[in-house]
């Protein structure tokens, strides 16, 4: 099953106004790993996404994106989250005063952390991997094309202490660029405009 645990090693990103449950469900049954996010949302209903994708899956196999704020009582109640469903991996999008204590939480749940970066990191960090999204990725603000920041990356991270999942993230829409990445160690790779066509997202019919 590989890094993800799940049939192919694809991961469909959470996009603001594009996914929410339903297109995480499709994900997960078509054997890819969906993402659930917590922008913009209270606790209140991210965990009702939670359960829901839960309660439609039989499990809890995504990735929880988390954007964290000083509040201290949300980041709390995010960790109990993790804890109640297990939920295996953790995007941490914005580092507050809260992220060592909330990464630390998570590291006694096993749970796997993942970044999203747009430079090439040069000391090895606490975190479990990242998302390396290149020039091509929408917002993203790269000098790097997603190849030549996934090649630097993936070369830097080789002389680390531990494991490191570098996932590259951009512009990647064909089988042709994903099997090439994983051809090239990738242990994974995010494709997200194709699955913002498909009839579970959010989209408009006339964006699609």
């Not at 799940?6 to 991961?11: A, D, E, L, N, S």
């Not at 749940?109 to 929408?138: C, M």
Request: aromatic letters at 12%; one cysteine or more.
């Amino acid at each position: 099953m590989g890094f993800l645990g799940t049939k192919y090693p694809i991961v469909c990103p959470a996009m603001t106004g594009v996914s929410d449950v339903r297109l995480a469900v499709a994900v997960s049954e078509a054997g890819a790993m969906p993402s659930l996010s917590t922008v913009d949302k209270t606790l209140d209903q991210v965990e009702r996404e939670v359960q829901d994708f839960h309660n439609q899956t039989g499990h809890s196999n995504f990735i929880l994106t988390c954007f964290l704020s000083d509040d201290r009582t949300y980041t709390v109640g995010l960790a109990k989250l993790f804890e109640q469903y297990r939920i295996p991996f953790c995007e941490l999008v914005t580092v507050s005063d809260q992220a060592e204590f909330f990464y630390r939480f998570l590291k006694k749940l096993n749970t796997t952390v993942l970044t999203k970066e747009i430079d090439h990191r040069t000391h090895e960090p606490i975190f479990d991997g990242g998302f390396y999204k290149g020039s091509e990725a929408a917002g993203a603000g790269s000098r790097f094309s997603t190849a030549e920041l996934f090649h630097r990356q993936l070369a830097t991270s080789a002389q680390w202490s531990k494991p490191y999942a570098v996932i590259p993230a951009g512009g990647i829409s064909t089988p042709q660029q994903v099997q090439y990445y994983l051809d090239q160690g990738a242990l994974a790779v995010c494709v997200g405009s194709l699955f913002a066509a498909t009839v579970e997202s959010c989209v408009s019919e006339d964006r699609k």
